[in-house]
């Protein structure tokens, strides 16, 4: 650091502080090398985001860790369920074989059948046979002895249907009914579905005096399951085997007071539970379950990234020069980082929690499936937040694609479903959609694949556990199988797992490229966009600090944005500033405006914001802009700043095109928009860094120094390490005009700098601007009179988006002003000996207001020699006329009341 001395006014790299120390800090050669600037910018968001990470360390926390935790804990729930249903029991009680049940329609109506029966098999026809008649009547009496049922048991009162009757709808119940053949039987149960409990196919015959009796039980086989329950399937089968043997032992006997009756004891095997079994239930569900991990993730990427554009945040650091590419790669890194540390605490955990799908599988296999699986979904994230600009829509959105997920995972968490469409008879062609667009296809089928061989799986055949093998690195190359249909494995070809990874990959590259596209060529909120070829444009390619001509600039400028106003209508002043503007000869000011026309919506809708502006700024002025709300100042600004498109014309800053090259212009400017952009967990301290390190200066002792006095110069230095959102409103705007001052701008845009700041620390901001300006254009809109008084070098005054008046203070109340007012209080009698000598003193003096001796004379500028000689009555009182009296000049205020209201000029109109 040295102290100032005379330099040469090109070396305005170097920012001067009220203090008159000079510091280089920030190299133009720094900011006009891509790959420099881009480094610094991106170290300065990254430190950026550890410090709001940090800060919010128990969302980072939950992230990381806590939800790989919850999931873990809530699959140990779900095994600890499926433990308890197959807990051991050395000693499983016995119990009595019940008779058969009733049957139940399909909709738990009486409209069913409890027995059919033939004698005839096939498509025979065959005389219904008395000895099988007799044998189900023995049946039913036996059942409705141990069931206390009432069915019939006179066989020639029962049903006996003919082939007539196959499509026949019942509406009540039946309960035995004899059918022509066993063909019958299927042809009825095929076309009536759960309206049949059983059916009996009986052969009997007598070979050498030996009589032979076979019966077939027919039941639907798809309800089928091992067990002894006493109500379970294979119990009631047995039921109707035991009745029919008794009734047929009470046929043969051919007593019919014989009594028969078989009872039947059940007690099953001494029952060990499967140590297994809870990892097997819990791997049903492992897919859903760590499907969601990442979408915690997923959602907070929407959340966070949507809500600096909700916030503007990311717009101010783009109007300060921030590169879109590098704000999309420090967020990439972001959350590559948060996928990394959530994958490794996943994988830890689960080896913590003994599962064999993490202990069997190789670490980079686990590694690659949550990660890759995780940064895809990122990238997806990413791209959807360029569609929405409101946080809350954004994460309804990702609620929405969690509950989607869910549903898909549960769809294809099992084989069948999840190689489906790898069938030969499935089209490819949404197989490949799903792999192509939807990361959470591929994460389902890659956790299928590893899960099939590396955890435990129950075998329905045998009934048993079975252990799972190591899963390495070489088995992602090869196909998966079934696990449980491997006899169908030819009908399917299923790719490599390692495509799923291949498929992340490109998952992340798609979503990443669309997200970059989108981000170009969809409007933010202010309507700024780029054409959807604008990667083909030779401009996008070529360097982003060329320099135009500001001659050929003008020229063009006109002829292609032609005014659209009737210039010669305007005032007078305001047309030779615009005939000095557009002339390439004269006008060598650093800013020129040219045509400058700004219209939003269209038809009905259409409302002109800026009506063909023509201005120029020069060099160390402060230019102010006064206008009521919507005359078209912040419009303006925001033009200038490259957020907003111009509809027509154009804004040449040091020869840079606002529009050809807006990236370029916003390296040269320093902007305080309307609104307090700021992050509310940094401090004043941490925002001014950032904005130096996206301005291209790297941390030092110069710049920390530097910083300290810019706070000093407003009042902040005491608060400096406190987070913005701790702030006063007052303290924010102050916060907001130092950030524009960062980087040393050539030009600084101050929209409403002082809003809602107190008069003393007004004054502190005010003398910060007039020292600051040196070397330097700066454009101001106010409200307030004052400042625009205290501060402006020129002003312009704007009314329905036309420049009407142009001039410093002094000029415009010169030519829009009514001259002086002079008050003077006398007493009721002596109103008009004063009035007349008034008249006598000043020729042609304006009495605007008498009220019970208050009288307010004005007089123009032209009557300012009279002025002395009546003041001098004024305070020498001779005739003992005046009790007191007042003079003032017209002020700004009343000149800008004049100029609005148009009562100085004629309204101008659009052609």
Same mark, same amino acid.
């Given at each position: 650091? @040295? ?24 190299? %133009? ?42 999931t873990m804990l809530l699959l140990e729930f779900v095994s600890y369920l499926f433990l308890f249903l197959t807990e051991s029991n050395l000693h499983p009680s016995k119990f009595n074989l019940n008779g058969v049940d009733n049957c139940y329609g399909p909709d738990g109506s009486d409209a069913c059948i409890n027995f059919m029966y033939t004698n005839c098999i096939d498509n025979n026809n065959c005389q219904r046979d008395s000895a099988i008649d007799e044998i189900m009547s023995n049946f039913v009496v ?106 047929i032992a009470k046929y043969a006997y051919s007593n019919p007071n014989a009594t028969t009756k078989f009872n039947v004891e059940v007690k099953d095997f001494p029952i060990i539970g499967y140590e297994g079994y809870g990892e097997v239930g819990m791997m049903i569900y492992a897919p859903i379950v760590f499907f969601c991990v990442s979408m915690v993730i997923f959602v907070h990427i929407l959340s966070s990234v949507v809500s600096e554009k909700e916030t503007k945040v990311r717009y101010s650091m783009e ?21 990394? *540390? ?30 890759? /699986? ?62 192509? *667009?939807?990361? #959470?296809? $591929? ?34 190359? $090869? ?46 909120? /202010?309507?700024?966009? %780029?054409? #959807? ?6 401009? /996008? ?56 026309? %700004? ?12 009506? $063909? ?8 002025? !402060? ?32 020869? %840079? ?5 807006p990236e370029a212009v916003q390296s040269e400017l320093g902007i305080c928009p309307q609104d307090d952009i700021l992050f509310k967990d940094l401090t004043a301290l941490e925002h001014l860094k950032l904005y130096s390190g996206l301005k291209g200066a790297e941390d030092s002792r110069e710049l920390q120094e530097l910083l300290n006095n810019r706070l000093k110069a407003v009042q902040l230095y005491t608060v400096r390490n406190a987070r913005s959102k701790t702030y006063s409103g007052g303290m924010k ?12 701008? @050539? ?118 020699? /009279? ?31 004049? !100029? ?12």
């Amino acid at each position: 650091m @040295k102290k100032n001395n005379n330099k040469d006014d090109s070396e305005d790299n170097s920012c001067i502080d009220d203090d008159s120390f000079e510091i280089q800090l920030w190299s %133009k050669d720094l900011l006009n090398s891509t790959s420099g600037l881009w480094i610094i910018q991106l170290k300065t968001l990254l430190r950026k985001h550890y410090i709001l990470q940090s800060r919010s360390w128990k969302t980072v926390l939950f992230l990381i860790v806590i939800s790989p935790l919850v999931t873990m804990l809530l699959l140990e729930f779900v095994s600890y369920l499926f433990l308890f249903l197959t807990e051991s029991n050395l000693h499983p009680s016995k119990f009595n074989l019940n008779g058969v049940d009733n049957c139940y329609g399909p909709d738990g109506s009486d409209a069913c059948i409890n027995f059919m029966y033939t004698n005839c098999i096939d498509n025979n026809n065959c005389q219904r046979d008395s000895a099988i008649d007799e044998i189900m009547s023995n049946f039913v009496v036996a059942n409705n002895k141990r069931m206390n049922y009432n069915w019939e048991t006179d066989s020639n009162k029962w049903e006996n249907w003919e082939s007539d009757k196959l499509k026949i709808e019942i509406k009540e119940k039946h309960d035995i009914i004899h059918v022509p053949n066993s063909k019958f039987i299927y042809d009825y149960v095929a076309t009536h579905q759960n309206y049949t409990n059983y059916g009996l196919i009986f052969d009997i015959k007598n070979t050498n005096g030996v009589t032979n009796y076979r019966y077939q039980v027919l039941y639907n086989s798809t309800n089928h399951y091992n067990s002894t329950e006493r109500h379970s399937l294979s119990m009631r089968i047995v039921s109707v085997a035991r009745g029919l043997d008794e009734a047929i032992a009470k046929y043969a006997y051919s007593n019919p007071n014989a009594t028969t009756k078989f009872n039947v004891e059940v007690k099953d095997f001494p029952i060990i539970g499967y140590e297994g079994y809870g990892e097997v239930g819990m791997m049903i569900y492992a897919p859903i379950v760590f499907f969601c991990v990442s979408m915690v993730i997923f959602v907070h990427i929407l959340s966070s990234v949507v809500s600096e554009k909700e916030t503007k945040v990311r717009y101010s650091m783009e109007m300060m020069g921030l590169k879109r590419s590098v704000y999309w790669t420090s967020w990439a890194i972001l959350y590559f980082i948060y996928y990394a *540390f959530n994958t490794l605490a996943t994988i830890i955990m689960g080896k913590l929690f003994g599962y064999s799908f993490f202990l069997k599988t190789d670490f980079m296999v686990l590694f690659i499936l949550f990660f890759l /699986y995780g940064i895809a979904m990122g990238a997806m994230a990413m791209f959807i937040t360029t569609l929405v600009n409101r946080t809350k829509t954004a994460v309804l959105i990702g609620i929405s694609i969690l509950i989607i997920g869910f549903v898909f995972n549960y769809l294809f968490s099992g084989d069948q479903m999840s190689y489906s469409l790898w069938s030969n008879d499935m089209n490819p062609i949404y197989r490949k959609l799903f792999s192509y *667009f939807v990361p #959470f296809f $591929n994460f389902t089928k890659m956790f299928v694949d590893v899960k099939n061989k590396s955890s435990v799986n129950y075998n329905m055949a045998t009934d048993s556990i079975i252990e799972g093998e190591e899963y390495r690195w070489e088995d992602l190359y $090869n196909k998966p199988k079934f696990s449980d249909n491997a006899e169908n494995s030819d009908h399917y070809d299923i790719e490599p797992t390692s495509h799923c990874a291949y498929y992340f990959l490109l998952n992340t590259l798609i979503y990443f490229v669309l997200c970059l596209y989108c981000d170009n060529i969809l409007p933010n909120i /202010y309507g700024n966009k %780029k054409p #959807f070829y604008y990667f083909l444009l030779p401009s /996008y390619w070529k360097s982003k600090n060329s320099y135009i001509s500001d001659k050929h600039w003008i020229r063009e400028t006109k002829e292609k944005y032609p005014s659209k106003i009737d210039i010669n209508k305007l005032d007078d002043d305001v047309k030779e500033h615009y005939k000095y503007t557009c002339d390439p000869k004269l006008n060598k000011d650093p800013i020129k405006i040219i045509n400058l026309r %700004k219209v939003f919506g269209k038809f009905k809708n259409k409302k002109v914001a800026v009506r $063909n502006s023509c201005l120029s700024v020069k060099k160390d002025k !402060v230019l102010v802009l006064l206008g009521q709300n919507g005359a078209g100042k912040t419009t303006t600004m925001n033009i200038m700043s490259g957020l907003s498109p111009a509809s027509a014309g154009d804004i040449l800053i040091y020869n %840079k095109s606002i529009k050809k090259n807006p990236e370029a212009v916003q390296s040269e400017l320093g902007i305080c928009p309307q609104d307090d952009i700021l992050f509310k967990d940094l401090t004043a301290l941490e925002h001014l860094k950032l904005y130096s390190g996206l301005k291209g200066a790297e941390d030092s002792r110069e710049l920390q120094e530097l910083l300290n006095n810019r706070l000093k110069a407003v009042q902040l230095y005491t608060v400096r390490n406190a987070r913005s959102k701790t702030y006063s409103g007052g303290m924010k705007r102050r916060l907001s005009m130092i950030i524009s001052t960062i980087g040393d701008p @050539k030009v600084i845009l101050l929209d409403e700098p002082t809003t809602g700041m107190d008069p003393v620390n007004r004054r502190y901001v005010w003398r910060f601007i007039e020292e600051f300006k040196k070397n330097r254009s700066i454009l101001l809109t106010t409200h307030s009179m004052e400042e625009a008084d205290a501060l402006g070098d020129n002003i312009i005054i704007m009314s329905n988006g036309i420049i009407k008046a142009i001039g410093d203070t002094t000029y415009l109340k010169k030519k829009f002003g009514n001259g002086y007012h002079i008050s003077v209080i006398v007493d009721q009698n002596n109103v008009e000996n004063l009035k007349a000598i008034a008249t006598e003193m000043v020729p042609g003096i304006y009495l605007a207001d008498d009220s019970a001796g208050a009288l307010l004379f004005e007089l123009g500028y032209e009557q300012t020699n /009279y002025i002395p000689r009546f003041v001098k009555y004024l305070d020498e009182n001779p005739d003992n006329y005046v009790n007191s009296w007042g003079m003032s000049q017209t002020t700004l205020e009343e000149v800008f009341l004049n !100029v609005v209201h148009d009562k100085m000029i004629n309204k101008t109109k659009e052609e």
